[in-house]
């Protein structure tokens, strides 16, 4: 299939059936790509960065979502320390949990002269460490299946392994925007342990090394896990025409999870993901979402407004952007397209990655899976699903 033949329609906005992609050999001239742990001791500095625990031992069929993981400050020094065994945080020991220090913007945490240690022009976009968030992860350290929301992800890896798994956009992974974070969509699934549920699904695996840089399409499901002392880089690219339906979406979810907590149906304290650093507030949340529509209402107005370009036109820059940086590489001898993965051999990697996993006494993989219950989560977990809430801006367009 010819790169015209794919990118198309909504193609476009999404990647279509190229699917995720590693390239390989295309970083060789970044500073970046020789960053170790010294390196970013030198770099950070004594600065005190939030650290995120887990446990090295994994109860199956639970999923541990960022608001149930302890927490503490260090500096980067500290944490490598401690990754090495050399010294311990209270009851957190390395050879009992995992740490990540994880999504911590560039612009903030390193000198502005050492940001163009990382740089994406030579995959044709404008964008360098500014744009940049790093992931610093020991072993087994992972963050839970979702998907975001907004554009399209690149992720180059520096510094050690890891495993990412991928889904496309169609597999049911049983959604959740509980707990709450802008722009993340979360699996009720717990990956690690490979349930059935995953038998209907399509999965992609592939480890990243260091000088791999992985391309995730527009709303591709993923599930990453560190495989020994990791660190890498990411950034979000806009991909204009979807994130503006996204962004009304966005603005309905936070303002009903507003109204749910406060009538008292969700506990916001234990419901929202440390990166949302405010209270989620109806006042503030309605004013953003009239602001939304009235975006939505000025692209309507100028589609009829002959002597204006439509929208489509006015937001093309970075939706040439993202069917560009794909079609680049479609044939480039740098890419190495992401292979779907059997159950078996899905499973058998999980279980030889470097968690323990403590599967329940009585397997359920012969399980077939019936309905669900409507329990009190689950009917919120309906309501607040990202289907109900393009039905939401759709009727609230219309009137």
Known sequence: MTGEAVMTGEAVMTGGEVGPFVLRGCIEDWAASRWTPDTLVSLFGDQRLSVRFGPRQHDCGRVLFEPQCPRLDASLADFFEWAD???HFGELRADSHWGYVDYKYLFDTIPPDRLKDVDWTAFGLDADGTDSAVWIGTAGAYTPCHYDTYGFNLHAQ?????????????????????????????????????????S?????????EPGDVLYVPPHWWHFVQCLDLSIS?????????????????????????????????????????????????????LALLNAVAADVDEQ?????????PPPAKKQRQSDDTHSAFVRRFLNSTHRRPVAVVDMTSLKTAL???????????????DIVPTRQEVTEQRFLDCLLHPHVMSALAAVINRT
């Open 158 to 198: 520096l510094f050690g392994k890891k495993r990412w798994l991928l889904f496309p956009p169609s597999d049911d992974l049983k959604a959740t925007r509980i707990p709450y974070e802008d722009s993340s969509v979360f699996s009720n699934l717990d990956i690690l342990s490979c349930p059935v549920e995953l």
């Open 351 to 365: 279980e030889n990655g470097p968690l323990h996993l403590l599967r329940p006494s009585a397997p359920d993989d």
């Open 200 to 208: 209907s699904t399509h999965p992609h695996m592939v480890e990243l």
């Open 300 to 308: 309507v107005d100028d589609l009829t407004d002959a002597s204006e």
């Open 85 to 87: 065994g050399k010294r």
């Open 233 to 285: 880089v990411n950034a979000w690219m806009p991909v204009a025409q979807l994130d503006a339906q996204m962004r009304q979406q966005e603005a309905c979810t936070r303002m009903l999870f507003a109204l749910l907590c406060r009538n008292g149906l969700i506990d916001q304290q234990s419901a929202l993901c440390p990166s949302e650093t405010e209270t989620v507030a109806c006042e503030d949340t």
